[in-house]
Every structure is written in structure tokens, then in C-alpha cells.
């Protein structure tokens, strides 16, 4: 689940970031040479060139942006989707006040070359837009990032001083095992992260909350695997008839069973921990996983996705107490994609390259009836739930409900709701909104880390 920002998002260049919960639909590389780009756009510099791509997008000079663009992302986002995907973008997150110098990010070699573009909107604040480009200056993605952050991440107060940290490739996806000072085996939690194109850290602006939960842990003597979600590593590599599987149950299924096999890991405590999106689909990957010792799900949803994302949507349009014209189309929006969804889901045949929240229709006749608090409930295995009060994107009220009735009197199982804790799993006080995972410094409340502590090594 996650993009844990509310906020509709282009996407190309393999993946299709969404509102929060639905999953990236897939782009892949073209093979066909691209398209040359004429006007202005062909004297600038990469630097310049991305600039230009979301300045003509915020203007909607789509005519001028789509030479710019590689032939598989023309294809994949046509002119009429750009320009309604973009006045969804300005009805959840504002209109954009004025947009920076781009940032050119770390890439290796043989990769595109992706440059953050800081924009101003009036409600979410700064927001980075990813522009990545080929050595044609082609854009062979684009999407909306989250929130800009100049500070650099510091660990929490609780981490451990003396974990240590290597490598260990999930598959063909970067990850790294982080382990407790001191002898072993010791437990391993995987943690498997929320949809869109996330990072082994799960970073979203200033905030990590996968570092935090793998120094937290490691300093109550657990050690955690994490990984590049495949949608960010290898986004190449996933089908046009894309599946939740494809895109996050198969590679946390690699995870667990190559963390077992690790020699500081007890292979007898080995837990999955999912988040979000992740922790909606973590019944789907313990019902694979081989000898798993429980189940961890935090801010884990229950309801049908689209539905989810008429609330989210919903909700931000609200924050501010008035719906504008533009707010109460992309509410509408929401809900003709729900509809649809729906009718997928109950069996309807998909048009052809029929798309909704940037997922196929494969991914959404694939989740028809999945219902995963009952899959949890037939599970052998202990399970953790963990709810934030204030989360606005899975809801204490109407998601955890059904957790607590399917896992009624379950052995072993806890059930916990923090109070003051957002999606992110971060304390604040009052409504929660997008801009509020803009501020440096937060962490996971560490009640959550020791709560998960206790029940990992309850005996």
C-alpha cells in the first residue's frame, strides 16, 4: 500500500506509482528507436530537459511534451490519460505554486538517468517530480515522488550501536541483512513494503521507516532482511498481464526462505512483516513461504482497493474543509474507476490494454474475492496486527475491524491499535495529511518496535 501519499502519479519507465494502495502497472523498455525530439526541447541539457518535461506538464503543453517522451511511454500514457491523470495530481495535492533546479540522483551504469524536480503545491507542499531520461534524452519515466527532504535521515535514538550489515541479494533484487551484535541464530523478520516503486528503506520524503524497524529490532537482538521493491530495481522485468504476485508476493516468498538459510538466522524464527500493501497481500505470501514463524501486518487494509481509494481520495479533498470543482471531478473519477474495478472483479470481460489506478485488468480480476483477513484466520501461525489511529489511509475503524473479527480468539495472535500513530507509523497529534510525512526527524514510534520485540521473542 503505499504510496503512503494520497496523490495520483504518472508513471512509465516500468512502473506506475498509485494512490496509496493499488500497485505500479508495468511500461516496458522500448525497443524501437525513439522518437526524435524537435523544437526547443532538442538543444537542452538533461538537466534542462527534465525541467522543461514538467514545466510543459503543469501547463499542459502535452503537444510539446510528448516528442520528449520514449515511444513505449507515449504509448502507455496517451494525451487524453496525461491530462486527466494531471488534474487529478492538482485536485488531491493543490495547484503548483513554482517548481526548483532539478537534483540529478545516484544511477549506475546502463541505467536511465533520473533528476528530481522539487514543485511547490499548495496543499502537500514540496514534492518532487522523478524525470528519468536514456542517453537520448527520451523520458523513459516519470512519476510523482514524494515529499522533497534537504535534510539528511539520522537514526533514531533506539537503534542499535553495534548491528551489523551486509549485502544479500533477494534473487535478482539489491537487499541487505541486518543482524544483532552477539552470538546466534537469531530471529529475522523480511520486511515487505506498500505499492509503488520503493526502496530497501521504504523511503518516503525525510522518513525511512524500514531502516528504523530493521535498527529498532536489531537493538532487541532481531535481525531483519530488506529490499529494492522489484518495481524500483527491476522494473523491466515485470508482465504486461502484471499480478499482486508478480509484483510483491513471489520476491517476499525468495526473501523468507533465503533468509532461513542464512547462518546468523535461527530457521525455526523466521516472520514476515508486511506494511501497507504489503501487509494486505502477507496471508498471500505466508500461505507460500515454507516454515514461517508468524505474521506481522501493520496498517493493513481489508476492504477492496478501489474503494479504499475513493476514501483516500475523499479524504484529502475534505482536509480543508471546502471541495473544489476540480476535487469533486477526481472524487468522481475515483469512483467510475471503482465501478469499473468492480465489474472486473465480478467477472466482466477487459477491453483491450484496459487500465485503472495505472493497474491492469489482470491485476484486478486476480484480486477478485481475495479476502485477507479469512486467508489469515486459516493460517498456522501467530500473527501481529498493528493499526495507527490516525491513519487516513488504512482506517482504524474500518479496516482493523475485520481483523479483529476473523482472528477472534486465535491463539498466540495480538491485535493493536496505537493511538497517535499515522500510516507511516510516526506519533502526531490531530489529523493526519500528506504533508505531514514532509517533516525531518520523525521516526516509527518505538512503542511499536518494543511491541513488536516482545511478541517476536514471547516464547
Not at 488531491?92 to 522539487?118: F, M
Not at 550489515?165 to 537487499?175: H, K, N, Q, T
Not at 501486518?297 to 479524504?315: E, F, N, S
Not at 491513519?391 to 498466540?412: E, H, I, M, N, R
Amino acid at each position: 500500500m503505499k504510496r503512503v501519499l494520497s496523490c495520483l502519479v504518472l508513471a512509465a519507465c516500468g512502473s506506475k506509482p498509485t494512490p496509496v494502495t493499488p500497485p505500479p502497472a508495468v511500461a516496458h523498455p522500448a525497443d524501437a528507436a525513439p522518437v526524435k525530439p524537435t523544437g526547443p526541447a532538442a538543444a537542452t541539457t538533461a538537466e534542462a530537459r527534465a525541467k522543461l518535461v514538467v514545466d510543459d506538464l503543469i501547463v499542459g503543453k502535452l503537444s510539446e511534451l510528448r516528442p520528449m517522451l520514449s515511444a513505449e511511454v507515449a504509448a502507455a500514457l496517451p494525451e487524453p490519460d496525461m491530462a486527466k491523470m494531471w488534474g487529478e495530481v492538482e485536485a488531491q495535492l493543490g495547484k503548483i505554486d513554482r517548481c526548483d533546479t532539478p537534483a540529478k540522483l545516484e544511477s549506475k551504469p546502463g541505467q536511465p538517468t533520473v533528476y528530481a524536480v522539487p514543485c511547490h503545491f499548495a496543499k502537500a507542499g514540496v514534492m518532487d517530480w522523478l524525470v528519468a531520461l536514456d542517453d537520448k534524452q527520451q523520458v523513459v519515466g516519470l512519476h510523482l515522488g514524494t515529499p522533497h527532504s534537504t535534510e539528511p535521515w539520522q537514526a533514531p535514538a533506539y537503534a542499535a550501536k553495534d548491528a551489523t550489515s551486509r549485502d544479500l541479494a533477494v534473487g535478482d533484487l539489491p537487499g541487505t541483512l541486518t543482524v544483532p551484535a552477539g552470538k546466534g541464530p537469531v530471529p529475522c523478520v523480511v520486511l515487505v513494503h506498500g505499492s509503488g516503486p520503493h526502496d530497501r528503506d521504504e523511503t518516503v520524503g525525510p522518513n525511512k521507516p524500514f531502516a528504523d524497524l530493521a535498527l529498532g529490532l536489531a537493538a532487541h537482538g532481531i535481525a531483519t532482511l530488506r529490499y529494492e521493491k522489484r518495481t524500483k530495481a527491476k522494473p523491466g522485468s515485470l508482465p504486461k498481464d502484471l499480478t499482486v504476485n508478480e509484483e510483491t508476493v513471489n520476491d517476499a516468498v525468495i526473501a523468507a526462505d533465503l533468509c532461513a538459510a542464512q547462518p546468523e538466522i535461527d530457521h525455526k524464527r523466521v516472520f514476515v512483516l508486511g506494511h501497507s500493501l504489503g501487509a494486505w497481500v502477507a496471508p498471500r505470501i505466508a500461505k507460500h513461504a515454507k516454515d514461517l514463524a508468524g505474521l506481522i501486518i501493520l496498517a493493513g487494509p481489508t476492504r477492496d482497493l478501489a474503494d479504499i481509494i475513493v476514501d483516500q481520495i475523499t479524504y484529502i479533498a475534505n482536509a480543508d474543509g471546502t471541495v473544489s470543482p476540480d476535487e469533486q471531478k477526481a472524487i468522481d473519477d475515483a469512483k467510475a474507476d471503482a465501478k469499473r474495478i468492480h465489474e472486473l472483479e465480478a467477472g466482466a470481460a477487459p477491453k483491450p490494454d484496459e487500465m485503472h489506478v495505472f493497474a491492469p485488468a489482470s491485476y484486478w480480476k486476480d484480486l477478485a474475492g481475495y479476502d485477507a483477513p479469512k486467508l489469515a484466520a486459516t493460517l498456522k501461525l501467530r500473527i501481529f496486527v498493528g493499526q495507527g489511529g490516525r491513519d487516513y489511509q488504512v482506517s482504524a475503524t474500518k479496516d482493523f475491524p475485520a481483523w479483529q473479527k476473523a482472528l477472534a480468539g486465535k491463539k498466540g495472535d495480538k491485535l493493536v491499535v496505537w493511538p497517535k500513530l499515522t500510516h507511516l507509523l510516526t506519533p502526531g497529534e490531530g489529523p493526519s495529511t500528506p504533508a505531514e510525512y514532509e517533516k525531518p526527524g520523525q521516526h516509527v514510534d518505538e512503542q511499536v518496535i518494543t511491541d513488536l520485540a516482545d511478541w517476536i521473542t514471547a516464547k
